[in-house]
């Protein structure tokens, strides 16, 4: 029973996360959706600004608390409707307190840990324990893995607060710029195109720029991840040693 009660606040994120993927809210704030509705969204942002803003806050800050797949949507779409800059900043603040959330949730769960954690914690648990600060911050600047399991995984490490808040802030606004810059981009370009995706839209600077910066980012995790494979690598003995 006691198990069950320090897992509970887990298992609520949980379906929470089910029941907002389910819900088809994400499906409202696809790009093409956002072009369509266009003039209405400015018309409710001018008329409630500070509402607007908040809410977006506060379904990110739900969406990234469950760990659900397709939070990048809500992030391009709040570039599409705040611009590169202030969607950044709602976005940052979004995403640091879902993943606090996250996080204390899921380390009250997993308690002291046990003896058979998830492999996602096997693959981090190694690097983790020889530089926690290093490693930490690189798990989050990079997309190793997806943000909410990333999260998951540092709470069964234990890792300390201060540096998971710090590290998610830095590491995920780095990521946050490029996807606003994406949605911000993709609104220009798909207003100019009567709402209607195509290649042409990829041929836009404000989109493909981002998208190649985002891509570097993922080339960047598994050139370290190599790197860091062949330094650890044990070497084989010489015929000469065997002698």
């Not at 330094?231 to 010489?238: D, E, L, V, Y």
Request: proline share 6%.
């Amino acid at each position: 029973m006691s198990r069950l009660r320090a897992a509970l606040p887990l298992i609520l994120l949980v379906l929470a996360g089910i029941v907002l993927f389910s819900s088809g809210v994400l499906d409202r704030l696809h790009p093409e959706h956002l072009v369509q509705h266009q003039a209405q969204l400015r018309t409710e942002i001018e008329s409630a600004p500070w509402l607007a803003r908040v809410a977006f806050i506060g379904l990110l800050t739900l969406a990234m608390s469950t760990g659900i797949p397709g939070t990048v949507i809500i992030i391009m779409a709040g570039g599409f409707a705040f611009g590169t800059l202030e969607g950044t900043i709602y976005a940052s603040v979004g995403l640091t307190l879902g993943t606090l959330i996250l996080f204390l949730a899921s380390r009250y769960a997993f308690g002291a840990g046990s003896k058979h954690p998830p492999a996602i914690v096997d693959r981090l648990h190694h690097g983790f324990e020889r530089h926690p600060v290093a490693y930490t911050m690189f798990v989050r600047f990079v997309p190793v893995a997806p943000f909410g399991l990333v999260t998951v995984a540092l709470a069964w490490l234990r890792c300390p607060l201060w540096l998971f808040l710090g590290a998610s802030w830095l590491g995920g606004t780095v990521s946050l710029i490029f996807e606003t810059s994406i949605g911000a981009g993709l609104g220009k370009a798909l207003a100019s195109s009567n709402g209607h995706f195509g290649l042409g839209l990829l041929m836009q600077p404000a989109v493909w720029l981002p998208l190649c910066a985002i891509g570097v980012l993922a080339l960047l995790a598994v050139l370290v991840e190599r790197l860091l494979h062949r330094r650890h690598r044990p070497h084989s003995p010489s015929p000469d040693s065997k002698a």
